[in-house]
């Protein structure tokens, strides 16, 4: 029986998690940042604050006093967890198989659900939709295909074709074949550089190659993918939850740069993201990569092992910044940027030195101020100059 695999992904989750709590803020132009304060980047906006040109990762300083009527938010991690908590259950009530990747996303399989609703699976992903905007009051963009990797890129798709978007297995090629592989999930920036060796750019020149070939110039790994994107899945919906071997986040710039502030602006909105997820898994990282891609499509990357293990942003952020230091050419035109979290540990408890305390606690006051302004408020609490 072929697979029926769809990804739920909330829009713009941190802002319809504060728009929930606040219903004065639906349709309003609402932003959540890392924090309120001069370091503070975009992390999520509302539609209305798209349409206003705000870029995400976009430092505060630079735009508090340019967009009048924006609300500005710090995160609320903790809330945000809560409310995705009651996502995936909505989930689970459609199906026992549901795959959570991150606080705001979930692979579903519906393999032979149409029989049991008695309905089509596009009607069955309709219903899923609306019954988490009735029940928690969160819209989600769902893509529905017959592997991961093609349900990802449905999913995106979705968000610009009225919240749900299917690739059937007859339309495969016509409708993937013009994406950039750099956009699909799972492409890092090794294979990334390799393929671009081979003149792969996208999805369709990809899939025309033979898998034997795939294997043997690029990866094992990139065969799997390959296979993935002509609808056959190669890895399944696997509701048992495991932590992550690594930890991305990339993204493409909407408009190419060689402004140093803007790179470091959007590093910050990356380092945020990347260890609020391996916060969630109560991970540290003894390892972090900064990726820089050009606009001739020439990939730069460094690494740096860290001294000890750690989910502080504080940390993180300082050393990324070293990474970007290093490789930074104000005569270079740059088209995106990323970081991976590499060599993680998971667990509540972990072994320090007696040199490695003050680091250690670094992160201990990250949680705190987390936990004392999710109760007290923003700004209740601040770090000592």
Known sequence: MKKIIALVDCDSFFVSC???????????????????????????????????GIQMGAPYFQIKDEYNGVYFLPVRHERYEEISSLVMERLKKFSPDVEIVSVDEAFVDLTGL?????????????DIRADILKEV???????????KTLAKLASDMAKKHGGIFVIRPEKIFDITKDVLMKDVAGIGAQTARVLEYHNIYRVG????????????????????LYYELKGQPISLVDSK?????????????????????????RLNYHIHKSSQKLRMWEGYTKEISV????????????????????????????AAISLVEVMYSP???????????????????KQISLFEQEKFEDDKISHLIDSIEEKFGKNSIRLGS
């Open 137 to 147: 009051d969160i819209p989600v963009s769902i893509g529905l295909s017959t592997s």
């Open 331 to 349: 005569a270079v035109v740059y088209r995106s940027l990323g970081v991976t979290l590499k060599n993680l540990s998971f667990g509540k408890e």
């Open 114 to 126: 149409k029989k049991l609703y008695n309905k089509s699976y596009t009607d069955i992903i309709k």
């Open 205 to 224: 020149d990809f899939v025309l190659k033979e898998a034997f070939w795939i294997r043997n110039k690029i990866s094992y790994a990139a065969e799997k």
């Open 291 to 318: 990726t820089l891609r050009t606009k001739n499509f020439q990939v730069f990357e460094k690494n740096l092992r860290l001294p000890m293990a750690t989910n502080s942003e504080k940390t993180l952020l300082k």
């Open 18 to 52: 504060e728009q929930k709590d606040n219903p004065v803020l639906k349709n309003k132009p609402v932003c959540t940042l890392t924090s309120v304060n001069a370091r503070g980047v975009v992390v999520s906006r509302s539609k209305e604050a798209k349409a206003l």
């Open 241 to 265: 939850i495991s932590p992550p071997q690594s930890i991305q986040d990339t993204k493409s710039f909407e408009e190419f740069t060689s402004d140093k502030s803007f790179l470091i602006g």
